[in-house]
């Protein structure tokens, strides 16, 4: 099987795996798994922050919350705790998970390896592949899941957010999300977060 052929072979074992997802969401008139969506917007989005992303970024960014419903949140105790100890957990399932299908794809332990390391998110700010991952993931969020979730915040915990969010990025990362499509309440929203940053 040649590399370009394992790669879409990965995605789609990726998607179908996503496909299962009992939540939902609606874009542009369409109900799509919620899992689902996320993938294909965190290929699109790499694709356009970092063209030239090699293989086992492009892997670790379609398999980033594969089958995440899985472990619920209400898995772990609702504090900071709880939350950490879910997402440690989370980290470790999707990299079992994309592991167990990149081994039947056909794929070398030191690829499998290398998306293993990005799903767990080690090294970053040291790690050029890790902190690409990383501004990839905060873009999708930023573009796509930003607004739903200021809706339903008070201002200063979505502030807190952002300011969270800005600090994960790299300087790249900032001025790919200077040029988003976002609303001018998120705009404004953004422009607070970094001024008392």
């Not at 999708?140 to 502030?159: G, N, S």
């Amino acid at each position: 099987m040649s590399a370009s052929n394992r790669l879409q072979r990965a995605f789609h074992l990726f998607d179908e795996a996503n496909q299962q997802d009992p939540n939902t969401e609606v874009f542009d008139g369409k109900t799509y798994p919620k899992e689902l969506l996320y993938a294909q917007r965190m290929t699109m989005q790499l694709n356009s922050f970092e063209p030239n992303a090699s293989e086992a970024l492009q892997l670790t960014a379609r398999c980033q919350h594969i089958c995440r419903w899985e472990i619920g949140r209400d898995s772990y105790e609702m504090n900071r705790e709880g939350y950490l100890r879910w997402r440690q957990a989370l980290k470790k399932f999707h990299a079992e998970k994309a592991a167990a299908i990149l081994t039947e794809v056909g794929y070398t332990e030191e690829i499998i390896s290398k998306v293993k390391f990005l799903l767990e998110k080690k090294q970053l700010k040291k790690n050029e592949e890790t902190q690409t991952l990383e501004d990839v993931i905060c873009l999708v969020f930023l573009e796509h899941y930003f607004e739903p979730f200021a809706e339903k915040h008070p201002e200063e915990k979505t502030i807190d957010i952002l300011q969270k969010t800005w600090r994960k990025m790299s300087k790249k990362g900032h001025g790919a999300a200077l040029q988003l499509p976002l609303s001018e309440n998120s705009i404004n929203l953004v422009s607070k977060a970094i001024g008392s940053a």
